[in-house]
């Protein structure tokens, strides 16, 4: 039996509209909005809850968006993608979240995600912004495969997570002979998400990148380390070291993520779009 199959099992099977709405095709050219709409109305409730955060998200509109078709004319079509599994995402689990891991998995995946939208305005990266926000999001997702399948084992594992990432996964593969990146790495191929998506859960936190898409892990793996430390005042030297491939690679400057122990948080707790987020996942 693949070594893997186990903790594939442990994973909800995503949506069939998600899926279709993730593998549609972004050439606005061919794209139409109008086929979108139909694909995404197909499912009520997931058009309901797109309606209320795309009024959050642009909640300086005077009129209330009340038609899909303009939620999507407005966002654009990559903003919805990121919506659409967003939103699936909180559902799919939704029955789980009032755990403490659970908690914590998702208020990390959830800023790690807004983070890495920041980072790519910081690196004038704008083409990838959409792109990284879902990365981020679900970056971590073999994290939640290996807890289900053995959940007081994982326990022992918590002080690593988010801390150090190579002591995270050579834990993980003592306990459970796979690591989080190698068993997200399955699940999103087995959900059928692009590469860019299953590479970045493969690969983020490792200095050796070999996907194409290493613009976007190296965006993804750079959030995912500020997650951990925004509480902290300054960096310390541990961080520092962390961080100084990816931003060396990134062009991205030390001093420019001190906005994000300084200001981030305290933007987020006015953001909508951001609080409209946390209430999803119970956070």
Request: with cysteine.
């Amino acid at each position: 039996m693949d070594k893997f199959e186990k903790y594939l099992k442990t994973i909800p099977v995503m949506p069939d509209v998600a899926t279709k709405v993730l593998t549609f095709a972004e050439d606005l050219d061919e794209v139409s909005f109008t086929e979108l709409e139909s694909l995404i109305s197909m499912d009520p409730g997931l058009t309901a809850k797109i309606l209320k955060v795309a009024n959050s998200a642009l909640y300086a509109r005077q009129q209330q968006i009340s038609r899909l078709q303009t939620a999507i004319s407005l966002m654009g079509f990559k903003a919805i993608k990121s919506l659409v599994m967003l939103l699936t995402a909180s559902n799919m689990f939704s029955q789980k979240a009032v755990s403490p891991f659970y908690k914590y998995f998702w208020q990390h995946s959830l800023i790690t995600a807004f983070i890495a939208q920041k980072l790519c305005d910081l690196s004038g990266n704008a083409r990838i912004r959409e792109e990284s926000f879902l990365a981020g999001l679900l970056h971590d997702i073999g994290q939640m495969s290996l807890y289900e399948s053995q959940k007081n084992g994982y326990d022992g594992i918590m002080e690593y997570v988010n801390q150090d990432e190579n002591k995270t996964c050579a834990e993980e593969e003592a306990l459970f002979g796979a690591n989080h990146r190698e068993v997200g790495r399955k699940i999103m191929e087995s959900w059928n998400f692009p590469a860019i998506y299953a590479d970045t859960a493969g690969e983020h936190g490792n200095v050796n990148i070999q996907s194409p898409h290493k613009e976007l892990i190296v965006i993804v793996s750079i959030a995912d380390i500020l997650s951990s430390v925004l509480h902290e005042f300054g960096f310390s030297e541990e961080t520092r070291n962390a961080l100084a491939p990816y931003l060396k690679y990134s062009g991205i400057k030390l001093e420019q993520l001190n906005y994000f122990q300084d200001k981030f948080m305290l933007e987020m707790r006015d953001d909508p779009l951001f609080q409209e987020c946390k209430s999803l996942f119970r956070l």
